[in-house]
Each structure stands twice: as C-alpha cells, then as structure tokens.
C-alpha cells in the first residue's frame, strides 16, 4: 500500500470533536430541505386544489375542488427532474473546483427557489401552476446539488471509525424536515382557520391562497441561517491534498477546524511500521492520467458507479411510490374532504405525516446511525431491501380481500410504517453514503452525483408510474386509487427490493473501516492503463509517488515549502514533517 501523507492519516485516526456535529448540522440542511419540499407538497396540493378548481358534482353530493393527480404528478416530476439535473452539473463541479467553492451556491439556489415557489408571481391557475412549476425545478436542481456535496464533505472530514455514522447523521436530516414540514403546515393551517373564523367545508376564503405559499416559503428559512456557516467551512483536507497538490495548505485548514490532530502520533507509527518492514520500492515512473469517461475508469471504478447508481435506483421507486401510498393510509382515519374546509383537511394530512415520522421513518435512521459502523454498509443494504419486501408483500397479498376493507386496522398502518422504517435503516441511507467512499477523491463528488442522479430517475418511475399503475383497472374516480391495480403495484414493488437485494450480493462491496486513501493507493498500484486523457475531468487528481516526492521534499526544507505557501502561524510548527 502506498504511503498515506500524514495529514490524511491523522484525519483518520482523529477522535470525535465539536465540529464534526457542526458540520453535520451544517451539510445536512440540504437533505432537511430536501424533505421539508417533499412532504408539504401533498397538504400544499389539497389547499391548492380548493384554492383553483372549482368544486364537483358526484354521486355522493357536491365535492370540493381537488387538484388533479396530473398535476400533482407534474409538481412532483418537475422537481425530481431538476435533482437529476443538479446530482450530475453540481457534483462535477465539486470536483473541479473544489467541494467548498460550490457549496454556499447550491444553499443560495435552494433559498432563492423555495421563496420563489411561494411567491410564484401570480395568481391565476395557469400562471401560478407555470410558475410553481418553474422554482421547483430550481429548487430541485440545488437540492441534487446538495446530495453529492454534502456527503463528500462529510466523508473528507470524518474518521475511518466513524465515518458512516457522520453520513449517516447527515442524511438523517431528512426525519427533522419531514417533521418540522408536518409543523409547519399545522401551525399555518391552524392559525387561517383560526383567523377565517373556521369557515365551512364548501368555503375557501381567499387568504388560502396566502397559506401554501407560506408553507412553500418557509422552507427557505432554516437553509438560509446555515448559510454563513458553509461560506466559512474550509476545503476538506483530501480535496485540497490530493486533487489540489497542496499537502501544506490542507494541513494548515484542518488545523483550523480541528485542533486535536495527533501528528506527532502517526508520525510515531510511521517510524516504528518502517524500521520492522524492507525499504519501500522506488516509485513507478510517470503514467498519464485518466479521466472519468476513459476506459480505465471502466475496469477500476465502473462496477462500483454500477452497484451504487442501480441500488440507488431500485430503492427510489418503492420509497417514493410508498410515500404517495399514504393517502390511502390516512383517509380512513380522518373525515371525508367533503366534511371538512381547505385548511382542516390539510392540517389532518400533514398531522398523518407527523406521525408516520415520528413512529418510522426518524427511528430508522438513528438505528442506521448506530449500527452502520457495526454492521456495515452491505449487510444493512441487503437486510433493509428483503425487509421492505416483505412488508410490501404482506401489504399486496390480503390488500383485496382484507386490507382495502380493514384499513383503520392497527397491523395495517404497523406494517405501512415498517416499509419505511426498513429502507430508512437500510438502503435509503447507505445509497448516500457508499458513494462517498468507493471512489478517489477527484471523482468521488462527480460519481455520488451520477449514483444520486440515478436515484432520482428511480424516484420519477415511483411517483409518476405508481400513480397510474395502481389505479383500477374499470378506471378510477379523479384523486382515488384504492382498487385492483394497487394489489399489484404493491407486488411489482416488493418484486424490485428483492431484485435490489440481489443487486447489493453480487455487486457492492464493503466499505466499513476502510480508509479513502485505500481508493488512491489502488489506483497508484494498478499497472494496467490506457494511457487514456483526462477528458471529463480537468482536476489531474495527485499520484501517490508525487505525494512521495512532496512529502521528501517537506522534510528536508520544511520551511522553505511552508512559505511557498502561506505565513508562519501557531499551528504550523506541528505540520511541518508531512
């Protein structure tokens, strides 16, 4: 194995500290907004609905105005498809100009697009659907973005024997946004019906209008008081060492942040693991680098962009089908919308969401947390995937004969919430962190990117085709889907976990303890190349022999290469062996 340098080596031995919480808070703000957009859109959607369309005439009386499910599945598809868009250019440009540089711009996008979203400029049907329609796919560009960036930051700055439960944290973010979605939009819906005067169920009063974009808007808020915080977050130490070739400069930043790097110790280790081995080989002459859409990148690094892009994508079309499965959860539970006003019916469904969050989905990612360093990656990826199987078979096969009649039945709702809590445990969070581990450091931003782009094309098949597929087969009424078709949604579902189960056996290896310099040692090591050029990736990337050559020439004029680079300070006495 090549040499680590030791800044790198100190990182990863380094115990926890206060910023590694700082920095969790801080990147996951992207996936706490993430959510916050996914999961108010639906109680959004119901007051939108009254708001613009107008009321119908059923068997059963008049009905009031709904929001067509094409519509719906417009608002979704548009910001599932600016994610895709964001994953691929922002995680490329991670990579190219560095993690930090394009950071506070994917946040500002996020800010800019949710207030965009609420204000949506106008406020006739048409206009308002054009313009909602219009930010979201902003706002979901910025939020793509924010995937590969945050999990690649994460994953430079933590220890190999945390490193999945910092991911890990970061991602579970998303639990507090889904929650504080819910409270929000109850505390919105209260306070209208409240200052209406509790208006009747067939009477929208026009400060509806005004309540959605509330809801939309506020989710700019807690994204917009992190944003200082990210502006004043340093490059990761790996980005500016080994892409950058500044092994100084990223030991002086991660000074900054975290005092407590024992160089001295790996320095010890080094000397000791050095006297009991032979004298290293004399480094391999120089190759010409390769870049990402070379066919050296093929035979190193394209089955792990495969196992992570395709697991991503499998697990997306039952999550985000299982996520527009709740209206036919909560309906039961609450009284017909006929029977209640725009606001009480919106407050009734983000109340449902509350509880599924707080029962499932925030359960499953703190037990991600604690087992993902134990476990491993694979092992929950495998168990989350066959466990969401078999609760989505349990679902399909009594749904015609028992479920679709019992619905208020308590195992019902038990086995809708394990669903959730499986792949919040499993897959949902280990798709985001194993990217950020498989890959060298000057495509690891611009793979997660890819893995994550692939995810989202996942979650367009779920949320749009779902909503088709489970409709009945003699046609169902506009904005109900319960019928035969969602027996057989619900097997096809089960059916594509068990083929990700599959997938994750033969094809994702395990990262748990692993080093991320171990992804550079191998592509130094490796003797077959192509010779290809860099093309697709104009950052070069460090040879670990140059680093060699680097860190020689540090010892023996120490001072001379710190200056080179930047003015004495407090810390650098103790970085200037590399």
């Not at 059963?60 to 979704?76: L, Q, R, Y």
């Not at 994917?106 to 800019?112: F, G, I, S, Y």
């Not at 977050?233 to 002086?252: G, Q, S």
């Amino acid at each position: 194995m090549a040499p680590m340098i030791r800044v790198l080596a100190a990182l990863d031995q380094a115990r926890t500290q206060y910023y590694h919480f700082k920095a969790i808070v801080i990147a996951g703000m992207g996936l706490f907004t993430d959510s916050y957009d996914l999961f108010c859109i639906s109680p959004v959607m119901k007051i939108f609905g009254r708001v613009y369309y107008a009321p119908s005439t059923g068997v059963d009386g008049s009905s009031p105005g709904v929001t067509p499910p094409a519509v719906v599945s417009v608002t979704v598809g548009v910001a599932l498809l600016g994610a895709v868009a964001g994953n691929v250019v922002f995680g490329a440009l991670g990579d190219r100009v560095g993690r930090r540089r394009v950071y506070g711009a994917c946040l500002l996008l996020m800010v800019c697009s949710s207030v965009g979203s609420g204000l949506s400029v106008c406020r006739t049907r048409r206009c308002a659907l054009a313009s909602l329609c219009f930010f979201r796919f902003l706002l979901g560009v910025g939020v793509g973005g924010d995937y590969p960036l945050s999990a690649t930051i994460m994953s430079e700055f933590a220890n190999r024997r945390t490193r999945g439960a910092f991911i890990a944290a970061v991602f579970s973010m998303q639990g507090f946004g889904i929650l504080v979605s819910s409270a929000v939009t109850m505390a919105v819906a209260a306070a209208f019906d409240h200052f209406a005067g509790h208006p009747a169920p067939h009477d929208t009063p026009e400060c509806a209008d005004l309540a959605w974009r509330i809801i939309l808007m506020a989710g700019a808020v807690p994204a917009a008081l992190t944003y200082y915080w990210r502006m004043s977050m340093p490059e990761t130490a790996r980005f500016t060492a080994l892409v950058e070739r500044d092994v100084v400069k990223a030991t002086n930043d991660i000074g900054r942040v975290l005092a407590d790097l024992d160089l001295a110790a790996v320095a010890e280790e080094e000397a000791a693991s050095a006297a009991l081995s032979p004298p290293p080989a004399p480094p391999p002459p120089p190759r010409p680098s390769y870049g990402l859409f070379s066919r050296r990148f093929v035979r190193q690094q394209g089955r792990d962009l495969f196992a992570c892009a395709a697991a991503w994508f499998l697990l997306d079309i039952p999550y985000y089908s299982s996520t527009l499965f709740q209206s036919q959860i909560y309906r039961p539970w609450f009284p017909p919308a006929a029977q209640v006003n725009a606001f009480r019916e919106a407050f009734n469904v983000a109340k449902f969401q509350a509880v599924i969050a707080i029962a499932s989905t925030i359960p499953g990612y703190f037990a991600a947390v604690l087992l993902i360093d134990r476990a491993g990656r694979r092992r929950l990826q495998m168990a989350g995937f066959l466990l969401m199987a078999v609760f989505l078979f349990a679902l399909a096969g009594p749904y015609d004969g028992y479920w679709r009649d019992h619905a208020t039945h308590a195992g019902y709702i038990v086995l809708y919430s394990l669903t959730f809590f499986s792949a919040n445990l499993g897959p949902n969070t280990t798709t985001f962190i194993l990217p950020a581990e498989l890959f060298p450091a000057r495509f690891r931003s611009t793979c997660h990117g890819l893995s994550g782009a692939a995810g989202k094309l996942g979650a367009l098949v779920g949320s749009i085709g779902f909503l088709w597929a489970s409709q009945q087969k003699d046609g169902a009424a506009a904005g109900h889907l319960p019928g035969n078709g969602m027996m057989y949604a619900l097997f096809v579902l089960g059916g594509i976990c068990l083929l990700g189960l599959a997938l994750t056996y033969a094809f994702t290896p395990e990262t748990m303890t692993r080093s991320l310099e171990e992804n550079e040692s191998e592509q130094a090591q490796s003797q077959d190349g192509d010779g290809g050029s860099d093309a697709g990736n104009g950052s070069g990337g460090l040879r670990f022999h140059e680093l060699n050559t680097l860190m020689e020439a540090a010892a023996k004029s120490p001072m001379s290469m710190a200056s080179s680079h930047l003015s004495m300070s407090p810390i650098l006495p103790h970085r200037m062996s590399l």
